[in-house]
């Protein structure tokens, strides 16, 4: 004959999602603690208008750094060779 399975029930049963606790298991962050949109899709998580934002800005410097180097090298070394 078998023992039936132990039943593990929560310590606390409320309102509040965040204060569901499972054995003394305490949550790594928000989005576990309230079972959120983030913690629902973890592979990919949509960018926020702060890092569109900021990709945009650091590629746009990037690009400008890239045309003055492809620029400036020609004039410095024409510059070098004449003088």
């Known amino acids: 004959m078998r023992k039936p399975?132990?039943?593990v029930?929560?310590?606390?049963?409320g309102d509040d999602p965040a204060q569901f606790i499972?054995?003394?298991r305490t949550h790594?962050?928000?989005s576990e603690a309230f079972r959120d949109a983030?913690?629902?899709t973890p592979i990919w998580r949509c960018e926020s208008d702060f890092q569109q934002g900021l990709?945009?800005?650091v590629g746009m410097?990037?690009?400008m750094l890239i045309v003055?180097?492809?620029l400036l090298v020609p004039v410095l070394l024409v510059m070098w060779v004449t003088k």
């Open 55 to 57: 990709r945009f800005i």
């Open 68 to 70: 003055m180097a492809v």
């Open 22 to 24: 499972w054995s003394n």
């Open 38 to 40: 983030d913690y629902a």
């Open 61 to 63: 410097a990037q690009g």
């Open 5 to 7: 399975k132990k039943v």
């Open 28 to 30: 790594r962050t928000a």
């Open 9 to 13: 029930k929560p310590a606390y049963v």
